[in-house]
């Protein structure tokens, strides 16, 4: 009897003689990495959480680096995955030095200003 969960084989020829990198849709990217019990649902979030955004009062909210590797691929309303660069982000090979640092934009304390008030 086979296993139909088996790792699927990354066909490295082909990507090596078309000079083309690994691509996956978000649907098929949890079966490149069975040992780390992904599903569609977490790989959303992380696509949701890729890149800085900010919430409802200005902040900043840092994103998970995920964004900085390159590895979320946008056509249309298609999201593909580099797979290669989501599995080093993934097992954290990516240094902290590429992912933006956290910054507030709206910092108006008397501290940041200098040490006056803003409005004085």
Known sequence: ???????PV??????????LPLISTVN????FFP???LTVSAIQGHIFK??????S?????PGNGLAATGAIIHIGRKVLINVKKYADWLSGEIPREQQSPVVNRNN??????????VGA
């Open 50 to 55: 890729a890149a800085d955004r900010f919430d």
């Open 108 to 117: 108006k304390s008397a501290k940041a200003q200098g040490g006056q008030k």
């Open 35 to 37: 040992s780390a019990a």
């Open 28 to 31: 098929n990217l949890p079966a």
């Open 10 to 19: 990354i066909p490295d020829q082909f990507s090596e003689f078309y000079g």
């Open 57 to 61: 009062k200005g902040r900043k909210i």
């Open 1 to 7: 009897m086979t296993n139909v969960f088996q790792t």
